[in-house]
């Protein structure tokens, strides 16, 4: 049986990617098994999604804590460290990254492959700068550099599955397997990075009152964010509107009245953006 | 028949597709939108002819179908904790009205704290509302079952509610493969509801209204027959679709693996899965160990888990829920089966996997070594410690 684990954030489409994995695997003749796992459902916020690949039903009903193959859609998932948790040492790393494979942080043994699935996206016309869909790029790149399923019926799969841009999306699959580097595993010593280890957390302190465990205030989400708002003082009529609607009370008004984003709050959702009269806020790409 | 790759939450949908359902009432909540959306798809591009009513809450969904099937409609609803808990009053509606309305239910904790995992304490605390319980352990029990309970809930001996649930997640938004039967073998199977319509438009008449104590007990009493007729009925239905399609679940309580089992675990829902693949592997080890899954939660199956108890030394019960009784509920049905066996086993309640914790084969093989222990305890919470490993920060 494969374990495959897809690690990105709200909105780029590792679910997706996941069952498109799942129903290529179907036509393969394999039995598959694919689900999510939402933290919470919010656009930016980490998602994990599990597909497993095997000749006969899958007997487990569980999450994959020992993949055999982890696919990262966001490269900045790889700082948080978790993505690579329990990877198995004979496993593979595949990332969305225009960085050579070589230069990818992994345990010994773990074979190493990117693809810069962002700009193979773009140039299909899938998604926006902002917000590319990556799936079926980093799919392409799966299917070639591992061999889980047959680029044959990954096409396939998106022709049937894929509702919007059939078309594009296949060809972005071809390319992403076109274009997928692998590098050779690092050898004991030479390991770099995040662990395979499984953690496990301390004990938790339980409070009495779950209720007061936290508020916006101690929260940060900014690891959420890809994109940051910036305000244009000199269009900014001082509506109050981005104050208002910013879900994680991440704007604070100064003694003018005018707007400014705590980024440490701000998981870069756009909606202040989009409220504001004058469209005074641009959405910009986080370096 | 076709084989689709589809979430438990699609299987639900085809379900109630094939079982031509006449009236929908959609009500949004996660993780059980998805069933609603695409019913609506279905609608919509008119592969489905059926009253799709977008209502402001759960309460009304549940009042809805209640009504159109009072009128003799094939009605369909699902949802999922809070929203259950919402429906509370009217689940009480439903089957003292004695409507046969079929409700699909994605078990998810309740809050607090919030939590969109699976959990069954949703549809537990509504085990004391005259519906029957199914509880699903893959995609394709889950469209089974559907079909079978519409047949079993408008039977004229039956005629009660009945939910058919699926864990969340891993069953919800799980793709795995699904065969659907035909239109035709569901047609046959399940023919358009024969109309005993109990309100008559144009023909004045109330329904549950005032009544003295007298009537009242013999109402009760008539609900609770209806409950006992159910698993014979549940029994004669799953013999003609497995005639129908070749897959029968297996009645109430089945087991694997049991025949010379000391030690068996019965679960709910998608547990038993894992659970089967750990039971093979302790067997290898020597160790004989069985499974009986607990499909049918209302009515309960007594004489199965008496049968059951005759061989088996050790029960442990696997509850994915606590309702704050003595033990998880599952366990406490359990024991006042067995009160006058004799011999009687022992019974050990897990508590496991709740707030959507996943239930891990280590989980179970822990459960199999306490169980098998010297002194099995009363109740244990498993994984009560910290979680072993987030998912992301
Ligand atoms: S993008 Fe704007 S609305 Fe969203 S969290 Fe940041 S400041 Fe708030
Ligand atoms: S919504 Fe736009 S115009 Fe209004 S205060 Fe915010 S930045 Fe200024």
Redesign the pocket.
């Known amino acids: 049986m494969l374990e495959i684990r897809f690690h990105g954030r709200g909105g780029q489409g590792a679910v997706v990617a996941s069952e498109l994995l799942a129903q290529a695997a179907f036509l393969d003749g394999k039995r598959p098994q694919s689900f999510p796992f939402f933290g919470v459902e919010r656009r930016g916020a980490p998602v994990t999604a599990y597909c497993r690949i095997d000749d006969r039903e899958v007997r487990l009903r569980t999450s994959i804590t020992r993949p055999d193959i982890v696919v990262v859609l966001e490269p900045g998932l790889l700082r948080a460290g978790s993505a690579m948790e329990g990877l198995k040492p004979d496993g593979i790393l595949l990332v969305n990254s225009r960085e050579e494979p070589a230069a990818l942080p992994a345990p010994a043994g773990v074979r190493r492959a990117s693809v810069d699935a962002t700009t193979i996206a773009l140039t299909h016309g899938l998604g926006t700068p902002m917000m590319p869909i990556v799936n079926t790029a980093i799919l392409g790149a799966l299917a070639a550099a591992s061999g889980a399923v047959s680029l044959g019926a990954l096409e396939q799969a998106i022709d049937r599955f894929v509702p919007a841009h059939p078309a594009e999306n296949r060809a972005a699959a071809r390319d992403g397997a076109a274009a997928v580097r692998v590098a050779p595993p690092l050898t004991a010593g030479h390991s770099r990075g995040a662990s395979s280890a499984v953690a496990r957390a301390p004990p938790l302190e339980l409070p009495d009152a779950p209720m007061a465990v936290a508020s916006s205030a101690t929260i940060a ?1 900014a690891a959420w ?1 890809t ?1 940051r ?1 910036e305000i244009d003082q000199r269009r900014c009529t001082r509506c109050n509107f ?1 104050w208002k ?4 009370v ?2 604070e008004l100064n003694a003018e009245g005018f707007p400014v ?1 705590h980024l440490e ?9 989009a409220e504001c009269p004058p469209g005074a ?1 641009a ?1 910009v790409a986080e370096g | 028949m076709t084989q689709i790759v589809m979430s438990g939450n699609s299987a639900q949908s085809y379900a109630a597709l094939l079982a031509r359902v006449q009236v929908i009432a959609a009500y949004p909540i996660t993780p059980q939108t998805t069933i609603v959306e695409k019913l609506a798809e279905f609608v919509a591009n008119g592969r489905l002819a059926a009253q799709y009513l977008q209502v402001e809450s759960e309460h009304s969904a549940l009042q809805s179908v209640v009504s159109a099937s009072a009128l003799g409609a094939r009605t369909y609803t699902a949802t999922s904790s809070q929203g259950l808990l919402l429906m509370h009053e009217v689940l009480h509606w439903a089957s003292g009205l004695r409507v046969p309305v079929v409700m699909g239910v994605v078990n998810r904790a309740v809050a607090p704290p919030w939590s969109i995992g699976a959990d069954h304490a949703d549809t537990i605390a509504q085990r004391d509302t005259g519906w029957i319980q199914f509880y699903a352990e893959s995609n394709q029990e889950v469209l089974d079952t559907v079909l079978e309970a519409y047949r079993i809930a408008e039977d004229p001996a039956v005629r009660l509610p009945a939910m058919v649930t699926e864990d969340a997640f891993y069953l919800s938004h799980t793709v795995e493969p699904v065969d659907v039967p035909s239109a035709e073998t569901v047609d046959a199977f399940l023919p358009a509801r024969e109309v005993r319509a109990i309100l008559v438009p144009g023909v004045p008449a109330r329904l549950g209204s005032f009544t003295g104590p007298i009537e009242y007990v013999g109402f009760r009493r008539d609900v609770a027959r209806a409950m006992e007729r159910v698993l014979p009925t549940l029994a004669a239905v799953e013999e003609d679709y497995a005639r129908r399609t070749g897959r029968d679940h297996g009645g109430p309580l089945p087991t694997y693996r049991t025949e010379d089992a000391d030690a068996v675990l019965l679960t709910m829902g998608t547990a038993t899965t894992t659970a089967r693949a750990v039971i093979d592997a302790l067997r290898e080890e020597g160790h004989r160990v069985g499974l009986a899954k607990l499909r049918v939660f209302r009515p309960f199956p007594v004489e199965a888990v008496r049968a059951l108890a005759a061989s088996v030394d050790r029960i442990g019960v696997l509850d994915r829920s606590f309702t704050f009784g003595p033990t998880g509920a599952a366990a406490m049905e359990v024991r006042s089966a067995l009160y006058d066996a004799s011999p009687r086993p022992l019974v050990s309640d897990f508590v496991a996997g709740i707030g959507g914790r996943d239930i891990t084969p280590e989980a179970i093989t822990r459960m199999f070594a306490l169980l098998e222990g010297p002194e099995p305890p009363e109740l244990t919470w498993i994984d009560l410690a910290a979680p072993e490993a987030s998912a992301d920060g």
Not at chain 1, 245 to 248: M, S
Not at chain 1, 265 to 273: L, P, S
């Open positions: 989400t964010r994109l708002p981005c609607f910013c879900p994680d991440a704007i984003v709050h701000c998981k870069g959702c756009g909606i202040c953006a806020i959405m």
